[in-house]
């Protein structure tokens, strides 16, 4: 452990600290009220890599992204007030996400709090309950003590973001101090007693059925719940936007509880005799608004097993609690002894072949059909391609018709946030230079953080770009037609030339108005040297998979 006491500025214990932590990379949008840090990473910039970003949520977003591929917290530094209110949006979907992050705030003189100083803002208030934890360190002496702290917060237990903020003053002033040592993993394990009571609930369960979930994972615990599945005969679901914990080739896959479930796999769920979820929190989305488990005790015997204490019993109070990290209880369950069974079998082709069903997309109105496209990609792309989508209808095709094969192949935020998608694949780029990264972007969804191109383009982040332009709020339309069929009101676009728009930024730019345009245009972007964007300009009538926008209108209008 280094314990350095010579005499420095807080923003050279600062900088030292994330050394001693091992950070590698950071992402930032500058601002005065950190210019000592500026500073201080300087002189350590073969050490660690500084991104400067365009706008700090998509700063924000990412650090979560970097987070979510890499396990170990991602790192954003932002400037006060303004900067801050930006970054916010990136901490709540890492809070949702379940993301490790760290942000870093510059913030106005300690001898300013209190007086609505220029740009001042509250952060323990602002950001306490969308955080694990929020600090500000008004001592230079206390940074090793707390950044540590920050550190450990955020990857134990359940992981997720945490905010520090960091008065200018403070990070110019002088100090000698020792440094802390690195942080590290507390992992926890599942007693041997409550893996047996697991075992002999699967004994004796008909209709079984195991969800995987929120984060902590990794490839080898990944590999070792598939293990796990295959010896139990255990039909596998993952729960929304988590599609990748699990090949979804696989004949135990059967779906995933996003806005994209099928009716049938929608209905096991409620038909099970147990549940046995793994990481998940099952959400709002992956219970279909709360409705497929009886609360406060579901009519399935459920087990649970995640990671954070706090998530056992918040919902749903579970016959089986298992409070431990994901890689403690994939290896421990791939180790138990395998129960063949012929009821747990033909259950679970049964829901395989459902799924295997709704990968058949029916046709979408107008010249381009998403679903021969998403179709292409997924016989097209190496299974490690990573692929990024925000919010917005446009990201059902892409979870019900693509088929995931690998761990962490899937960014996408679970907190239903738009914007995510652009952001997300160059920080993904960056991070693994020698995998497809994809992007996927309605055209609102895109506008929201699109500015980050320049980002990719300054950095040569070579990620493809797709925007998939239906000129409206897509989503919003489609409620809007539920439930005031007809009167469209603030849902409307009018959007730039999305191809032109990305050549001004320096990348390459096509446009695609059929699905016969898609292939040879995508494969023209593998091609190039620099960044690229494809513009797929579909018909607005093609609102979902299922449904046209008129079908839906007069659905509604009928009732």
Not at 177 to 184: C, I, Q, R, S
Not at 248 to 257: A, M, Q, S
Not at 406 to 425: D, I, K
Not at 526 to 548: C, G, K, N, Q, Y
């Amino acid at each position: 452990m280094n314990k350095t006491i010579s005499r420095r500025s807080g923003g050279q214990i600062l900088v030292d600290a994330l050394r001693i932590h091992g950070v590698k990379r950071a992402f930032c949008v500058p601002g005065e009220s950190y210019l000592a840090v500026l500073d201080a990473l300087h002189d350590v910039q073969e050490e660690i890599d500084l991104v400067v970003c365009r706008q700090e949520g998509g700063a924000a977003y990412m650090a979560e992204a970097y987070a979510k591929l890499t396990g170990e917290p991602g790192i954003c530094f932002v400037t006060r007030g303004p900067g801050a209110t930006n970054a916010s949006i990136g901490v709540h979907t890492a809070f949702q996400d379940s993301s490790p992050m760290i942000l870093f705030i510059g913030q106005v003189a300690r001898d300013q709090h209190y007086r609505e100083a220029f740009q001042e803002v509250d952060f323990r208030q602002m950001f306490g309950p969308l955080a694990k934890w929020v600090v500000q360190i008004d001592d230079a002496r206390r940074i090793p003590e707390l950044i540590s702290q920050a550190f450990h917060r955020a990857v134990n237990g359940r992981p997720g973001p945490v905010v520090v903020a960091l008065p200018e003053d403070m990070l110019t002033e002088m100090a000698e101090v020792a440094d802390a040592g690195p942080f590290k993993h507390v992992l926890m394990t599942p007693a041997v007693e409550q893996m047996s009571a697991m075992q002999q609930l699967l004994k004796q369960s008909e209709r079984p059925l195991m969800v995987l979930g929120g984060s902590g994972w990794d490839a080898g615990s990944v590999h070792d719940i598939q293990l796990f599945a295959e010896q139990q005969n255990l039909p596998v679901a993952a729960s929304f936007r988590c599609q990748d914990l699990f090949d979804n080739r696989h004949p135990n896959y059967v779906g995933d509880l996003g806005f994209a479930a099928s009716a049938q796999l929608s209905s096991a769920v409620k038909d099970a005799d147990l549940l046995l979820v793994v990481g998940s929190r099952m959400g709002e989305v992956s219970t279909g608004g709360y409705a497929a488990l009886d609360i406060p005790i579901p009519k399935q015997q459920l087990i649970h097993v995640h990671q954070g204490i706090e998530e056992l019993g918040r919902v749903y109070q579970p016959a089986l609690a298992i409070n431990s990290s994901m890689s403690s209880f994939a290896a421990m369950a791939a180790r138990l002894a395998p129960t063949p069974s012929q009821r747990h079998r033909e259950w679970t082709r049964a829901l395989n072949d459902h799924y295997q069903g709704n990968l058949e997309c029916p046709a979408s109105p107008g010249d381009v059909q998403l679903g021969e496209i998403i179709g292409w990609l997924n016989r097209r792309l190496p299974d490690d391609a990573i692929l990024t989508n925000g919010a917005g209808n446009y990201a059902v095709w892409l979870q019900r018709f693509y088929q995931y094969r690998h761990y962490r192949t899937q960014l996408g935020p679970t907190n239903g946030s738009m914007g995510y998608g652009v952001p997300a694949a160059v920080s993904a780029k960056l991070t693994c230079p020698d995998r497809v990264v994809v992007s996927f972007s309605g055209d609102g969804c895109f506008l929201m953080n699109g500015q980050e191109l320049a980002t990719a383009a300054q950095y040569g982040a070579k990620v493809i770009f797709v925007v998939i332009n239906n000129g409206m709020y897509g989503t919003i339309r489609m409620h809007q037609e539920r439930n005031y069929p007809g009167r469209v009101s603030g849902t409307e676009l009018l959007n730039p030339d999305f191809a032109a728009l990305a050549q001004a930024y320096g990348l390459h730019g096509e446009v695609v108005t059929t699905t016969s345009e898609f292939a040879p245009a995508f494969e023209r972007c593998l091609e190039m040297s620099r960044p690229s964007l494809i513009e797929v300009r579909v018909d607005p009538e093609a609102l979902t998979p299922r449904l046209s926008l008129t079908q839906i209108r007069e659905q509604s209008s009928k009732k």
